[in-house]
Nanobody, 124 residues
Framework: QVQLVESGGGLVQAGASLRLSCAASGRTFSTGTMGWFRQTPGKERDFVARVSWSGGNTYYADSVKGRFTISGDNAKNTVYLQMNSLKPEDTAVYYC?????????????????WGQGTQVTVSS
């Protein structure tokens, strides 16, 4: 089993920055992919960004490209999501996810483990 714990959410004004962290424990992967998703009430969980553990390969949703940066620290088993120039439409619960697979995996069903989520609220 893999346990994921997110932190770093909060309430900020538009244009501000936040950094989310996701600490992994248990049977962690030396390869595979870590991702961030977000969800608003009544909607599907949407892909935000992913990073491969081994090579640091990253990929972003168009809606956050150029504003968000995902990175991983293998030594700390932690993944970060730096969010800059936040907009009200970024308001959501953000979830960290882990998969043993690599490649272009951007759908929530392609991930095996999930954190509990952290709320990000951006006021206008």
């Amino acid at each position: 089993q893999v346990q994921l714990v997110e932190s770093g959410g909060g309430l900020v004004q538009a244009g501000a920055s936040l950094r989310l962290s996701c600490a992994a424990s248990g049977r962690t992967f030396s390869t595979g992919t870590m991702g961030w998703f977000r969800q608003t009430p009544g909607k599907e969980r949407d892909f935000v960004a992913r990073v491969s553990w081994s090579g640091g390969n990253t990929y972003y949703a168009d809606s956050v490209k150029g504003r968000f940066t995902i990175s991983g620290d293998n030594a700390k088993n932690t993944v970060y999501l730096q969010m800059n120039s936040l907009k009200p439409e970024d308001t959501a619960v953000y979830y960290c996810a882990a998969s043993g697979n690599i490649g272009s995996i951007t759908r929530h069903w392609q991930y095996d483990y999930w954190g509990q989520g952290t709320q990000v609220t951006v006021s206008s």
